[in-house]
């Protein structure tokens, strides 16, 4: 089965524009999480979404926004990039229970120039 | 965001050496993960415990959920060249339905052939 996947692998982009970033979760997971790891950290929690709907939001400004869709694969919007918005983005899937993991994708490396 | 305690920050050890890092928080936890990230990958599953002085084993690696709740350790034996990576902890609180991660800085391993 596949993994979580994500697109587009690599993305550069100029301060000021907008970017939307796209995740599958694992065939038949209902959850999508977004986490941001700049260089040199671990990742940081940015939203959680189960159903179609967001179930937590990490503290992260208004111009990041995400969504689900009914065959739970998600968005990530970035508005108004900043330089300091550099960094890879990860998608993580889970199945729905309270003990089922977070499997990540490879990720999106977003450059802002 | 808040982070975990993550130590040490990297080793450097000779192959067949073990390895032992740790991971504490201020807040408690009701599941450890632990993930090892390639460059330019997403973080890969390695262990997960949901219960508080749970101790688990993958393969050469070991894993404990701290009796406190608060801290949990991942010992690496007879390292090989392929253990090379960051190894990340990451604690869940799965409170309401909010299931997000908080991680650790990481742990740089090197092994040296």
């Known amino acids: 089965d596949a993994g979580v996947t994500q697109s587009p692998t690599h993305l550069i982009k100029t301060r000021g524009q907008q970017v939307t970033l796209r995740c599958s979760p694992i065939s038949g997971h209902k959850s999508v999480s977004w986490y941001q790891q700049v260089l040199g950290q671990g990742p940081q929690f940015i939203f959680q979404y189960y159903e179609k709907e967001e179930r937590g939001r990490g503290n992260f400004p208004d111009r990041f926004s995400a969504r689900q869709f009914p065959n739970y694969s998600s968005e990530l919007n970035v508005n108004a990039l900043l330089l300091g918005d550099s960094a890879l983005y990860l998608c993580a899937s889970r199945l729905s229970g309270d003990t089922d993991t977070q499997y990540f994708g490879p990720g999106t490396r977003l450059t802002v120039l | 965001g808040q982070q975990l305690n993550q130590s040490p920050q990297s080793m450097f050890i000779q192959e067949g050496e073990d390895v032992s890092m740790n991971c504490t928080s201020s807040s408690i936890f009701n599941t450890w993960l632990w993930y090892k990230q390639d460059p330019g990958e997403g973080p890969v599953l390695l262990i997960a415990?949901?219960?508080?002085?749970e101790l688990t084993s993958n393969g050469r690696l070991t894993a404990q959920f701290g009796i406190t709740r608060k801290d949990s350790f991942l010992n690496i034996s007879a390292s090989i060249p392929s253990d090379v990576g960051i190894y990340f902890c990451?604690?869940?609180?799965?409170?309401?339905?909010?299931?997000?991660?908080?991680f650790g800085k990481g742990t740089l391993l090197t092994v040296n052939p």
């Open positions: 990451a604690g869940q609180f799965s409170g309401g339905s909010n299931y997000k991660l908080t």
């Open positions: 415990l949901y219960k508080a002085g």
